[in-house]
């Protein structure tokens, strides 16, 4: 099935192009291949190695290309992050998304991987190239998605923007505040607890799965048959909105390790991910594929600024968040969960017997909980 290239707006008085291909000159194949396909759909694109001006200074046809474009592709290689000059494109792209309160760039990941996107540009949604090439289909039309949008200022997309701020929020008093605090005391009275660290199979952690799909197995054994259900933990219960003795219930799962080793762990999807997921699929809510990527990353960070606060201090040292990439080489969401599992939990059980200091997410926070601004 061929790609349906969106409408294009047509180009505003100043622009000239509609994507300006930031590269590095040993990546010149790579983003000449990407410059024909566009062109050949339509797009006005402008590559340096053929529209950079002779006689006009590097830095001067840098800033020209970026001001006459609507949108700024990055190819983001290993040899863009050696650059000198692809980080100053960066830095003028990003200021001209400030001063028009627009997004504009528009990040390809080629070679490298998520955590060595430079930190300027890391909350801002990417297209992983690595598994797809340039011809197939869902490559193009997520290209041609990015560069035909509409540029609709910041301040009119707040709505659909901040909405991982409010489910963050609504997930921690809804949930997690009610049952974090007395979570370590009901693992220890499960049977699956033992007092010898050295034997220790299980943590009592909350492990909180925020997979980049956003999509949320009905059970995990669904996602990977090497993790099966294996009992529950007593319920908690608590008067909560008019549900007098409310139960909160939570699944211990048998995890089997590649060395056929076998673990337990309480574990569970970031529910909210899940509203993530529906909003996208729905047509109600405007919420495309690049937006709900861009809300799953803001959601997690949020999240774990709110659980390491110091004014949450029950919650610490009783989670552990876990952000995966879900999306296969083959469209499916069937990761190996069991291998990211096993390897964390023995993880844990190490940091037990050795007694150093817990660890709360895969990832640090990006930013102090107290320099949030929390009534945004």
Not at 128 to 134: N, Q, R, S, T
């Amino acid at each position: 099935m061929a790609s349906v290239l969106p409408p294009m707006k047509a180009l505003s008085e100043g622009e000239k192009w509609h994507a300006f291909i930031s590269y590095h000159g040993r990546d010149t194949d790579q983003a000449t291949e990407l410059l024909e396909m566009l062109e050949a759909n339509g797009f006005k694109c402008h590559l340096a190695d053929r529209d950079f001006i002779a006689g006009v200074s590097v830095p001067d046809n840098i800033v020209e290309a970026v001001k006459g474009s609507r949108r700024m592709v990055l190819l983001l290689t290993k040899n863009f992050l050696t650059s000198d000059w692809t980080k100053f494109e960066i830095i003028h792209g990003v200021h001209k998304s400030m001063m028009h309160e627009k997004q504009t760039l528009v990040p390809i990941l080629y070679d490298i991987q998520e955590a060595e996107i430079p930190d300027i540009i890391k909350n801002i949604n990417y297209i992983d190239k690595k598994h797809m090439a340039v011809t197939d289909k869902e490559f193009k039309d997520r290209v041609f998605t990015a560069l035909a949008a509409p540029n609709i200022p910041m301040q009119a997309a707040l709505d659909v923007d901040k909405a991982y701020h409010g489910l963050a929020w609504s997930y921690f008093y809804g949930y997690l505040k009610l049952i974090l605090p007395g979570f370590k005391e009901r693992v220890k009275k499960s049977e699956y607890w033992n007092e010898d660290p050295t034997k220790r199979r299980i943590v009592p952690r909350l492990i909180i799965l925020l997979p980049d799909s956003c999509f949320c197995w009905s059970t995990l054994t669904e996602n990977d048959p090497k993790v099966t259900s294996a009992g529950r933990l007593e319920p908690f219960k608590a008067n909560r909105a008019g549900n007098v003795a409310r139960e909160y219930r939570n699944n211990v799962y048998k995890v089997e390790a590649p060395d056929k080793e076998e673990y337990y762990c309480v574990v569970e999807y970031a529910t909210p991910l899940l509203s993530m997921y529906e909003m996208q699929q729905g047509n109600i809510a405007g919420l495309d594929y690049v937006q709900k990527r861009f809300q799953k990353q803001q959601f997690a960070t949020n999240l774990g600024q709110i659980l390491s606060h110091e004014h949450a201090k029950e919650c610490h040292g009783t989670f552990l968040l876990l952000s995966y990439n879900d999306e296969m080489p083959d469209g499916s969401y069937k990761y190996p969960i069991s291998e990211l599992l096993t390897t964390k939990i023995k993880e844990l059980l190490h940091e037990e017997v050795t007694k150093k200091p817990p660890v709360d997410q895969d990832t640090p926070a990006t930013a102090a909980m107290d320099q949030m601004k929390l009534n945004d």
